[in-house]
């Protein structure tokens, strides 16, 4: 007979709530396209020969858009108060970044080094916070807040150098959303992988 003192502390207590692997699923998908999106948009703001501030404009605020909707869609799919505040939190720095880079008049490459940087900064610190307050499993944490860390590290080097270019600033915002994002895709690849395990581990479960 198998008791659940035989399974790993965090699958008892996540096979406790309804319908995990229904939201393992949708928060492993959510975080994938977080970071193939932050993965995309890393390698063209690399690629793009001879950037203009404009056009970086548009590629930020085109990214903030569609990550706070993705935040919005990890929120929903949560069943506790914690993780929802959290991605709720980061779904509207990610849209207030958004519009302030859209409407700023006149934008320049300092302008938009402070708004990024900000950015990165606020969005980093609530990472880290919601890593620390979620219940999801330690790995997927720990990458929460290994992502948490990658942005606050970004916007302290945006803050300690605001006078470079819009090709400088291009390659530093890039090479930040390929590590953000590779960070996404792993810890949903964690995510759905354990909500596979929880899946497989229900039959046993009720045979005990």
Request: glycine letters at 10%.
């Amino acid at each position: 007979m198998t008791s659940a003192s035989d399974f790993p502390d965090d699958v008892v207590r996540l096979r406790q709530a309804k319908g995990m692997p229904f939201m393992f699923k949708s928060t492993s998908t959510s975080l994938i396209l977080l970071g193939i999106l932050a993965v995309i948009v890393g390698i063209i703001a690399i690629a793009w020969p001879g950037v203009t501030i404009l056009a970086l404009v548009i590629l930020f605020a085109i990214y903030a858009f569609m990550a706070a909707g993705l935040q919005g869609a990890r929120a929903f799919s949560s069943r506790n108060a914690g993780p929802v505040f959290g991605h709720l939190l980061l779904g509207l720095i990610d849209l207030a970044a958004g519009v302030v880079a859209l409407v700023w008049p006149g934008p320049t490459a300092y302008v938009l080094v402070i708004i990024v940087a900000a950015w990165a900064l606020v969005g980093g610190f609530a990472e880290i916070f919601a890593g620390f307050q979620s219940r999801e499993t330690a790995g997927t944490r720990a990458m929460f807040i290994i992502a948490g860390l990658v942005s606050v590290a970004f916007g302290v080097v945006l803050f300690a150098r605001p006078n470079v270019g819009a090709v400088t600033l291009a390659l530093l915002f890039g090479l930040y959303s390929m590590i953000y994002g590779f960070s996404q895709i792993t810890a949903g690849v964690q995510a759905r992988q354990l909500g596979k395990t929880v899946q497989s581990l229900s039959p046993l479960h009720k045979a005990a």
